[in-house]
């Protein structure tokens, strides 16, 4: 079964595979939880579910039009709500005596926060852990008792109401680990970088504000949340300052071997908007548990200085010992909106030849203050560990040819550990763009050589439907599903030999890479204004750098168009729709044979 929720307030149920006489795709159950969702029915339903396969249930988290977040659970088979729920998340629950953690700040009501963090579960299903962040509320974490059906502990992120910042707005939400401890990181505010309040936009001198950190939070007996660790980098106040969250993407947990490092219990965190990457020794993290360290603007001279794990290598970001900037240029200023690095959730691959690799998706930008996307939109680092020395990160690899727009998290596969493969679904347009509209948006599905980092796939232009941000493909099964404004699956078919991977194709797309695309059904006497409008200024020039428009003249149109929308020249078709780029590329192969043609 494939469980799929939306912001309209629905959640269904449908078969993945066929089974008997139920075809795949037939929907099994189909429920609106959300009658009136809030926001005028668009924020109904935003954070992935989560389910406890032990007792045949799936929690959802959904907003309604009195602003109030209500956490349902459902009977997976049937979809029907179990006894005692919904529970409301209120503000009343939250404020009671004992609940919050930290300090006297109050959960908002009446106020629509985000709750976009993916929910998770403890080892056992007991408690239910929700994020938030968003609005004009400070970031929270609550713990719900799942068998009491209440709300347990809280934790805010600033101890006082008034320093609304920090937000838990990542869509991966929390991790834990296998002892049950908490990791999610917090961000910026981007109303105080609007009001330009500089350093002071983080509070830096209140205790107990945890903003542009990483958290370890571990959870009592009876569902209270206790702070246990924090990491807070060396220049947070300055990246707040300027809204480039830190919490803008989710930690992901990594396990060496046991005596593989002087750390093992590792955390790794990419996916923010400044592109770095960061290692921490998860048990042993280096922050204060009162207050955050003074403002500082050098990763390594003078005191404080960044406390990650840090490569001994100089990075060319600082000039100095620092994270690891992957998706550049490396800014303290730039990086809201257009300009930002990345939001995702990285990827651990643990190679068959003991290798621990992470990868991660984000837009690296052709400047400092540019919005347009270059390479690299995926990369590789890999955690060097030696027995007597602690672990680093390692820049190991890029993608060379894609430029990704917006992709989300990356998805890693494989077999036993070998023939890995990396998905990545790219929204195809810069955040700032509509999702909505006569004609929205496409997204596009790509498949990587874990290994090569060579493509292997993608989709075709316009295959996938209308999509929302942040969003990421299940695989299972030899199967691929995406979820746009329908449930779309790929699956295996006849198999390719492909040196040092193993190759395959999907039934959906073109064989290997380009499109096929019927001339048919595009009109190519539009193809010279469109040309004109978009390739002359360039083609048409003598440079032995770009191919006359001569040379294109009579290439196969599925090459054209793969070019147009995978390689250098996908920025320049950015606005134009599937139609337009075939028209361009059927009208380039036509004009040889009409000039040819006896």
């Given at each position: 079964?494939?469980?799929?929720?939306?912001?309209?307030?629905?959640?269904?149920?449908?078969?993945?595979?066929?089974?008997?006489?139920?075809?795949?795709?037939?929907?099994?159950?189909?429920?609106?939880?959300?009658?009136?969702p809030?926001?005028?029915?668009?924020?109904g339903?935003?954070?992935?579910?989560?389910?406890?396969?032990?007792?045949?249930?799936?929690?959802?988290v959904?907003?309604?039009?009195?602003?109030?977040w209500?956490?349902?659970?459902?009977?997976?088979?049937?979809g029907?709500?179990?006894?005692?729920?919904?529970?409301?998340?209120?503000?009343?629950?939250?404020?009671?005596?004992?609940?919050n953690?930290?300090?006297?700040?109050?959960?908002?009501?009446?106020?629509?926060?985000?709750?976009?963090?993916?929910?998770?579960?403890?080892?056992?299903?007991?408690?239910?852990?929700?994020?938030f962040?968003g609005?004009?509320?400070?970031?929270?974490?609550?713990s719900v008792?799942?068998?009491?059906?209440?709300?347990?502990?809280?934790?805010?992120?600033?101890?006082?109401?008034?320093?609304?910042?920090?937000?838990?707005?990542?869509?991966?939400?929390p991790?834990?680990?296998?002892?049950?401890?908490?990791?999610?990181?917090?961000?910026?505010?981007?109303?105080?970088?609007?009001?330009?309040?500089?350093?002071?936009?983080?509070?830096?001198?209140?205790?107990?504000?945890?903003?542009?950190?990483i958290?370890?939070?571990?959870?009592?007996?009876?569902?209270?949340?206790?702070?246990?660790?924090?990491?807070?980098?060396?220049?947070?106040?300055?990246?707040?300052?300027?809204?480039l969250?830190?919490?803008?993407?989710t930690?992901?947990?990594?396990?060496?071997?046991?005596?593989?490092?002087a750390?093992?219990?590792?955390?790794?965190?990419?996916?923010?908007?400044?592109?770095?990457?960061?290692?921490?020794?998860?048990?042993?993290?280096?922050?204060?548990?009162?207050?955050?360290?003074?403002?500082?603007?050098?990763?390594?001279?003078?005191?404080?200085?960044?406390?990650?794990?840090?490569?001994?290598?100089?990075?060319?970001?600082?000039?100095?010992?620092?994270?690891?900037?992957?998706?550049?240029?490396?800014?303290?200023?730039?990086?809201?909106?257009?300009?930002?690095?990345?939001?995702?959730?990285?990827?651990y691959?643990?190679?068959?030849?003991?290798?621990?690799?992470?990868?991660?998706?984000?837009?690296?930008?052709?400047?400092?203050?540019?919005?347009?996307?270059?390479?690299?939109g995926?990369?590789?680092v890999?955690?060097?560990?030696?027995?007597?020395?602690?672990?680093?990160?390692?820049?190991?690899?890029?993608?060379?040819?894609?430029?990704?727009?917006?992709?989300?998290?990356?998805v890693?596969?494989?077999?036993?550990?070998?023939?890995?493969?990396?998905?990545?679904?790219?929204?195809?347009?810069?955040?700032?763009?509509s999702l909505?509209?006569?004609?929205?948006?496409?997204?596009?599905?790509?498949?990587?050589?874990?290994?090569?980092?060579?493509?292997?796939?993608?989709?075709?232009?316009?295959q996938?439907?209308?999509?929302?941000k942040?969003?990421?493909?299940?695989?299972?099964?030899?199967k691929?599903?995406?979820g746009?404004?329908?449930?779309?699956?790929?699956?295996?078919?006849?198999?390719?030999?492909?040196?040092?991977?193993?190759a395959?194709?999907?039934?959906?797309?073109?064989?290997?890479?380009?499109?096929?695309?019927?001339s048919?059904?595009?009109?190519?006497?539009?193809?010279?204004?469109?040309?004109?409008?978009?390739?002359?200024a360039?083609?048409d020039?003598?440079r032995?750098?770009?191919?006359?428009?001569?040379e294109?003249?009579?290439?196969?149109?599925?090459?054209?168009v793969?070019?147009?929308?995978?390689?250098?020249?996908?920025?320049?078709?950015?606005?134009?729709?599937?139609?337009?780029?075939?028209?361009?590329?059927?009208?380039l192969?036509?004009?040889?044979?009409?000039?040819?043609?006896?």
């Amino acid at each position: 079964m494939v469980f799929a929720v939306s912001a309209t307030g629905f959640i269904a149920a449908i078969n993945a595979s066929p089974a008997g006489s139920v075809p795949a795709g037939a929907t099994l159950w189909q429920r609106r939880l959300l009658e009136r969702p809030c926001s005028n029915g668009t924020r109904g339903i935003l954070s992935t579910p989560v389910i406890d396969r032990q007792l045949g249930r799936i929690y959802v988290v959904g907003c309604d039009e009195s602003r109030a977040w209500h956490a349902h659970a459902l009977d997976l088979a049937s979809g029907a709500t179990v006894t005692g729920w919904p529970l409301d998340l209120s503000a009343d629950a939250v404020n009671s005596p004992g609940v919050n953690a930290n300090g006297n700040n109050r959960f908002p009501s009446g106020v629509v926060m985000l709750q976009r963090g993916a929910l998770n579960l403890s080892g056992d299903g007991r408690w239910l852990y929700v994020a938030f962040g968003g609005g004009t509320s400070s970031g929270w974490l609550l713990s719900v008792d799942t068998l009491q059906r209440r709300v347990a502990g809280a934790f805010s992120v600033t101890t006082r109401t008034e320093e609304s910042i920090g937000g838990l707005w990542a869509s991966g939400g929390p991790a834990i680990d296998s002892e049950g401890d908490l990791y999610i990181a917090s961000g910026s505010a981007y109303i105080n970088a609007l009001m330009g309040m500089g350093n002071q936009a983080v509070y830096p001198d209140s205790e107990g504000n945890w903003s542009q950190s990483i958290l370890r939070l571990v959870t009592g007996v009876e569902g209270s949340l206790r702070l246990a660790g924090t990491y807070t980098p060396f220049n947070y106040c300055q990246a707040g300052g300027e809204d480039l969250d830190l919490g803008s993407g989710t930690p992901i947990l990594v396990d060496l071997p046991s005596g593989a490092s002087a750390s093992t219990a590792l955390l790794v965190h990419g996916g923010n908007k400044q592109g770095n990457v960061y290692l921490l020794d998860r048990k042993h993290m280096p922050g204060s548990i009162v207050r955050r360290q003074a403002c500082t603007t050098d990763p390594i001279k003078g005191a404080p200085s960044d406390t990650s794990l840090l490569s001994p290598d100089v990075q060319p970001a600082f000039g100095t010992r620092g994270p690891l900037n992957v998706f550049g240029p490396y800014s303290d200023r730039v990086g809201v909106g257009d300009y930002a690095k990345s939001r995702t959730t990285p990827a651990y691959l643990n190679t068959a030849t003991g290798r621990h690799l992470v990868y991660l998706t984000g837009t690296a930008k052709a400047s400092l203050e540019s919005s347009e996307s270059v390479v690299p939109g995926l990369a590789r680092v890999e955690i060097i560990a030696s027995p007597d020395a602690p672990p680093f990160l390692h820049l190991d690899a890029v993608q060379t040819e894609l430029i990704l727009q917006n992709p989300a998290s990356p998805v890693i596969t494989s077999s036993r550990r070998e023939y890995a493969i990396v998905w990545v679904l790219d929204v195809n347009v810069l955040p700032s763009a509509s999702l909505y509209g006569e004609d929205p948006p496409r997204p596009v599905l790509y498949a990587v050589d874990a290994v090569s980092m060579e493509l292997l796939w993608r989709s075709s232009p316009g295959q996938l439907y209308p999509t929302g941000k942040y969003n990421e493909p299940l695989v299972t099964d030899g199967k691929v599903f995406v979820g746009t404004d329908r449930i779309q699956a790929f699956g295996l078919g006849a198999t390719m030999e492909r040196q040092g991977a193993k190759a395959f194709r999907l039934r959906e797309g073109r064989d290997a890479l380009s499109p096929k695309a019927s001339s048919a059904a595009v009109d190519i006497t539009k193809g010279p204004a469109l040309y004109e409008a978009r390739c002359a200024a360039c083609h048409d020039q003598e440079r032995p750098d770009v191919p006359s428009l001569g040379e294109l003249s009579g290439l196969e149109a599925t090459d054209i168009v793969e070019k147009l929308t995978l390689g250098s020249m996908q920025v320049h078709v950015l606005g134009l729709d599937s139609d337009e780029v075939r028209t361009v590329a059927h009208w380039l192969e036509a004009r040889e044979t009409t000039i040819t043609s006896p």
